[in-house]
């Protein structure tokens, strides 16, 4: 069975580009979340889709970044225009359904896109 | 809100040797409690999950990990270290009672010398 995919591995761009980073989960989970791990810290939950609808982009700073799901499967994360802050590996995971405490409910997770805003 | 906190940003153990990664979670219920590894440049992968019932969980590649409601701790524990154990490792929480966002902790990077 394949994993998460993500692309690119690396990216380093100026501040005040824009820059997308592109997820593919796991053939059929339905949920699928984006982190973004800093240097040093744990991941933080950005975003978490079920299906193609938004179940909590609290955490989401939405005058600069931007996600969505096309048709419930791939999904794109945006950030437009970078900040030095910005600065992370932005993690890409899918699991089966929403609630955690489901038998089948692990979240797999993808390798990450390392994002250097210089 | 939940809160995590790994006290331990380094742990060296010798191959071989018992392992303990502490972690304490702030939550006003049970939470779901969660273990994790990173390797560089890999995503997690789960090793241990709580949820309720028997308090002391067995894990992948021989960890395990005990809930201890007095002390709001779910400490990862491995009998014997191995080289490839090597890697980060975090503690995550997740509320049990209406949203699912989990919260992880700073992670705790293992040290194994030969």
């Known amino acids: 069975e394949a994993g998460v995919a993500q692309s690119p591995r690396y990216k380093i761009i100026e501040k005040r580009q824009s820059v997308a980073f592109w997820c593919n989960p796991i053939?059929?989970?339905?949920?699928l979340y984006w982190y973004q791990q800093i240097l040093g810290q744990g991941p933080k939950l950005l975003i978490q889709?079920?299906?193609?609808?938004?179940?909590?982009d609290s955490q989401l700073p939405k005058d600069r970044f931007s996600a969505e799901r096309l048709k419930g499967v791939d999904s794109t994360l945006k950030i437009q225009p970078a900040k030095l802050e910005d600065s992370a590996v932005y993690l890409c995971?899918?699991?089966?359904?929403?609630?955690?405490?489901?038998?089948?409910?692990?979240?797999?997770f993808g390798p990450g896109t390392r994002l250097t805003v210089l | 809100a939940q809160s995590v906190t790994q006290p331990d940003i380094h742990i060296t153990v010798s191959e071989g040797a018992s392992l303990e990664l502490r972690c304490n979670y702030s939550?006003?219920?049970?939470?779901?409690l969660f273990w994790y590894v990173q390797s560089p440049g890999q995503g997690l992968q789960l090793l241990l999950k709580?949820?309720?019932?028997?308090?002391l969980v067995q894990g992948i590649k021989g960890f395990e990990a005990e809930f201890k409601r007095s002390q709001s701790s779910f400490n990862l524990r491995k009998p014997s270290v191995h080289w490839s154990d090597a890697a980060e490792y975090f503690c995550?929480?997740?509320?049990?009672?209406?949203?699912?966002?989990?919260?992880f902790g700073r992670g705790t990077s293992l040290i194994v010398h030969p």
């Open positions: 995971a899918s699991s089966l359904g929403e609630r955690p405490s489901g038998t089948r409910n692990e979240q797999f």
């Open positions: 053939s059929g989970h339905a949920t």
């Open positions: 889709f079920q299906n193609n609808g938004v179940v909590d």
């Open positions: 939550y006003g219920a049970t939470p779901y």
């Open positions: 709580y949820f309720s019932g028997d308090t």
């Open positions: 995550a929480v997740v509320a049990s009672g209406g949203s699912y966002i989990p919260t």
